[in-house]
């Protein structure tokens, strides 16, 4: 571990360049030292992995987005889950993670890969978990979940300790038992990637009109 810190300070943290945009929209990443490979971005950091320590996430904050300090909170709550990563070392821009490998569910679609009703259930049972430890699952999607083996995995635990309530699960699974799964058990295909953005956005303006 401590080699890897060192790495992370002296080369990643030095050459790594995200930008915050749009508040609203996931951060960008401008460039990625070799030989660090980006897992992933969101709204507020950026995940990556070096090759000689795949066995651990990075989690780099982007300049100006907040949330580190109860991410790292929400882990110590959560403790040991197999459906979450653990936390190892927090810094101050970054967090050292258990890699959890898998594929989104949101690539899943793009690629034509099923969904598994075991990883719908595992998702709910891991949200279960995690209000019985206090916490309040919040920005739970198709990016933030994942499927390794028909089991699924939740990847982004950043919202956790939100209070207001969140519907984006609950919406998705009714998504999933009224369309995806009546089409996939006869006709399995790829989603392009402009069509499921468009999906994204049309559902984001839904929500807020909703609201």
């Not at 090759?51 to 990075?58: R, T």
């Not at 110590?76 to 653990?86: F, K, Q, S, W």
């Not at 978990?129 to 699924?152: C, F, I, Q, W």
Request: proline share 7%; hydrophobic share 40%; charged share 30%.
């Amino acid at each position: 571990m401590d080699k890897l810190l060192e790495i992370i300070q002296e080369e990643l943290l030095e050459h790594l360049v995200l930008e915050s945009v749009e508040p609203e929209d996931p951060i960008e990443v401008r460039n990625v030292p070799e030989p660090w490979m980006l897992l992933g971005s969101g709204n507020y950091a950026a995940v990556l992995c070096h090759p000689e320590y795949d066995k651990y996430a990075v989690k780099i904050y982007a300049p100006g987005r907040p949330g580190l300090a109860e991410e790292v909170e929400v882990y110590r709550r959560l403790g040991v889950h197999p459906a979450y990563a653990e936390l190892y070392h927090a810094g101050p821009d970054f967090l050292v993670l258990k890699r959890l490998r898998g594929i989104t569910f949101y690539d899943c679609m793009k690629r034509g890969i099923p969904i598994t009703d075991q990883a719908i259930h595992d998702i709910d049972e891991a949200l279960k978990y995690a209000t019985s430890r206090g916490l309040h699952p919040h920005d739970v999607h198709a990016k933030n979940v994942m499927t390794e083996d028909g089991r699924g995995l939740i990847v982004d635990i950043s919202d956790f300790l939100k209070q207001e309530d969140c519907t984006m699960w609950d919406d998705f699974k009714t998504a999933y038992t009224r369309l995806y799964r009546p089409i996939a058990s006869h006709w399995l295909f790829p989603v392009p990637r402009p069509v499921l953005e468009m999906v994204r956005k049309g559902y984001r303006l839904w929500r807020r009109r909703r609201s």
